[in-house]
C-alpha cells in the first residue's frame, strides 16, 4: 500500500509501540510477541499486525517481534534517527509546561528558540537558558538553524497570523495548541491539540455508558476489544486538505 494511503491512527500508534519497545529494551527483553506488544499498547493483536504490514513483513512466526530490531525500524519510519529542532511560539502556562517536558527530548525533538508576540514577556529567560525573543527575529533563527517544526501556543484570535508567520519563514510541521482551525498550503502540516475535545469524547463515553448494566453472563474483569481507541485527536493538511484521524 502506497505511504500517503496509510491512515493516520496508525502513525499515531507506531509512535505508542515505539514508546513500548523502548521500555522493553530498557528492561533487557530481546523477543516480544504481537499479543504482548498489544497487551503493553493496549491495542487489539490485529491491528497491531496491520499496523506494521503497511512497511513490510516483521517477525517470525510462534517466535514473535526483534524488540531492538523493530525499535529501529519504526524510528526510521517516524524520521526519529535525526534529532529535531522545534521553535516555540508562545510563553503562556501551555507553552511553559511544554519547555519544562522532559519527554520531548527523549524523543528526540529540541527547543532551539522561543518567541512571544506579547512584546512584554520578550528577554525573559527560562531555566533551560532560552530566551524569549521577538517575533521578527524568527525567520532568521529557523534559517540559520534549518529548523522545520514549530509549536504554536498562542490566543485563537492570532494563531492564524501566527501560522502564516511560520509559513513564510519555511517551517514545515505546527503542532496547534490552539482550538482555531489553522489554514496552510500544501506541504505543510498540522497537528492540534484540543483539550476540550478529548474531554468531550470522554464525557460522551460516560453519559453513553452510564446506567448500562453488565449483559448476563459477561465478567468485568476480563477487557473486550472494541473499536474505539484513545489516541489523540489529529488533523494534518499534507496535500492540501485536512485529513482526519481514522483507524
Same mark, same amino acid.
Given at each position: ?5 496509510i491512515p493516520?491512527? =496508525?502513525i499515531? &500508534?507506531?509512535?505508542?509501540?515505539q ?6 529494551l ?5 523477543v /516480544?510477541?504481537?499479543n ?9 493483536p ?9 512497511f513490510g &513483513?516483521? $517477525? /517470525?512466526?510462534?517466535v %514473535?517481534?526483534?524488540v531492538a530490531s523493530?525499535s529501529? =525500524?519504526i524510528?526510521g #519510519?517516524l %524520521?526519529l534517527v535525526?534529532e529535531?529542532? !522545534?521553535v +516555540?511560539i508562545?510563553? $503562556?502556562p #501551555?507553552?511553559?509546561a511544554? +519547555? &519544562?517536558h522532559?519527554q520531548f527530548a ?6 532551539e528558540a522561543v518567541?512571544?508576540i ?6 525573559k ?7 524569549v525573543q &521577538?517575533?521578527?527575529e524568527l525567520?532568521k !533563527?529557523?534559517r540559520d538553524?534549518? #529548523?522545520?517544526l514549530a509549536?504554536?501556543?498562542?490566543p ?6 501566527v ?6 519563514? %519555511?517551517?514545515?510541521g505546527?503542532l496547534?495548541f490552539s482550538? =482555531?482551525r #489553522?489554514?496552510v498550503?500544501? $506541504? !505543510?502540516?498540522?497537528q492540534?491539540v484540543?483539550?476540550?475535545i478529548? +474531554?468531550?469524547?470522554l464525557t460522551y463515553n460516560i453519559?453513553r455508558?452510564?446506567g448500562? /448494566? ?5 465478567d468485568p %474483569?476480563k477487557?473486550?476489544?472494541g473499536?474505539e481507541?484513545?489516541?489523540? !485527536? /489529529?488533523q494534518?493538511?499534507?496535500?492540501g486538505?485536512?485529513?482526519g484521524?481514522s483507524s
Amino acid at each position: 500500500m502506497k505511504k500517503d494511503k496509510i491512515p493516520a491512527a =496508525t502513525i499515531i &500508534r507506531l509512535s505508542v509501540y515505539q514508546r513500548y519497545l523502548k521500555r522493553l529494551l530498557n528492561r533487557g527483553v530481546k523477543v /516480544v510477541s504481537s499479543n504482548e506488544l498489544a497487551m503493553e499498547a493496549s491495542v487489539n493483536p490485529a491491528q497491531l499486525r496491520k499496523d506494521l504490514s503497511y512497511f513490510g &513483513r516483521f $517477525g /517470525v512466526r510462534g517466535v %514473535g517481534y526483534d524488540v531492538a530490531s523493530l525499535s529501529r =525500524t519504526i524510528s526510521g #519510519i517516524l %524520521g526519529l534517527v535525526d534529532e529535531w529542532r !522545534v521553535v +516555540l511560539i508562545g510563553t $503562556g502556562p #501551555i507553552g511553559q509546561a511544554l +519547555l &519544562r517536558h522532559p519527554q520531548f527530548a527523549k524523543q528526540g525533538y529540541h527547543f532551539e528558540a522561543v518567541f512571544d508576540i506579547d512584546e512584554t514577556n520578550v528577554d525573559k529567560e527560562f531555566d533551560s537558558g532560552l530566551k524569549v525573543q &521577538r517575533m521578527d527575529e524568527l525567520p532568521k !533563527v529557523v534559517r540559520d538553524n534549518s #529548523i522545520q517544526l514549530a509549536v504554536l501556543a498562542v490566543p485563537s484570535d492570532k494563531a492564524q497570523e501566527v501560522a502564516d508567520k511560520l509559513v513564510e519563514c %519555511g517551517i514545515r510541521g505546527i503542532l496547534n495548541f490552539s482550538p =482555531t482551525r #489553522i489554514k496552510v498550503p500544501r $506541504g !505543510v502540516s498540522v497537528q492540534y491539540v484540543d483539550f476540550t475535545i478529548l +474531554l468531550d469524547s470522554l464525557t460522551y463515553n460516560i453519559s453513553r455508558n452510564q446506567g448500562k /448494566v453488565l449483559e448476563k453472563g459477561t465478567d468485568p %474483569g476480563k477487557p473486550k476489544w472494541g473499536r474505539e481507541h484513545s489516541w489523540p !485527536v /489529529v488533523q494534518s493538511n499534507i496535500h492540501g486538505q485536512e485529513v482526519g484521524l481514522s483507524s
